[in-house]
């Protein structure tokens, strides 16, 4: 167990619909990463936020948008949903380590569009 | 976009084998270099963080290497165990913060 959580574990939803995903660090880690797993390609990196400020910008969708609030607590939120969104949702928080960055993955949010 | 390859893809050994994987990168913009342990029905779990060129790190049988000037980085695992069955990632990290991951070797280590 990572430390991280993530909610809810599964979501099934149609196209053009709308979802949010929950995302809780560590106690103590102050930055939030998402990622997208879809089945033909590896891990990619959506988003970075640090203490509520957006800090690191990957392949997100404008479709999609994210935000870390006060508790540190994060949620991605994914609009206009189309079957290609159907993908494993990961996030992560981190600490500086020994030897810089230490990242904690959460369970991840499998999500389904039909 | 950034490339960040791993080979090889994938990889059958017998229990005992020692194996060793690739990672490479970009030899610009370079911040740091992860590896990560990633089980099935898991999530990925960290192993290595890499910053200097010329770092070397080891954990129990596995061990990893950093060339930052040539972009590339070794996975070594000795003497590979059932357990040690798993997709080992790495992930190129930018100077601007941004995490690229390769797309994984797959290790199976057969008794």
């Known amino acids: 167990d990572s430390g991280v959580t993530q909610t809810p574990k599964h979501l099934i939803t149609a196209t053009g619909q709308r979802v949010t995903l929950r995302c809780s660090p560590r106690s103590g880690d102050l930055s939030v990463y998402w990622y997208q797993q879809s089945l033909d390609q590896g891990l990619q990196f959506l988003i970075q936020y640090y203490n509520g400020e957006e800090r690191a910008k990957g392949n997100i969708l404008e479709r999609f948008s994210a935000q870390q609030f006060p508790d540190l607590h994060s949620e991605l939120n994914l609009s206009s949903l189309e079957l290609g969104d159907s993908a494993l949702y990961f996030c992560?928080?981190?600490?500086w380590g020994e030897g810089g960055v230490e990242q904690y993955f959460g369970p991840g949010t499998r999500l389904t569009v039909t | 976009i950034l490339n960040v390859e791993q080979s090889p893809q994938s990889l059958h050994v017998q229990e005992g084998d020692s194996t060793i994987f690739t990672c490479s990168f970009p030899s610009s913009n370079f911040y740091a270099l992860h590896w990560y342990r990633w089980e099935t029905a898991k999530s990925p779990e960290a192993l290595f963080v890499m910053t200097l060129n010329g770092d070397e790190k080891k954990k129990g049988r596995i061990s990893a290497t950093l060339n930052t000037k040539e972009g590339y980085s070794y996975l070594y695992i000795k003497g590979s165990q059932p357990e040690d069955s798993a997709t080992y990632l790495c992930a190129f990290i930018s100077a601007g913060n941004q995490f690229y991951f390769g797309t994984g070797t797959s290790l199976t280590v057969i008794p």
């Open positions: 992560a928080s981190s600490v």
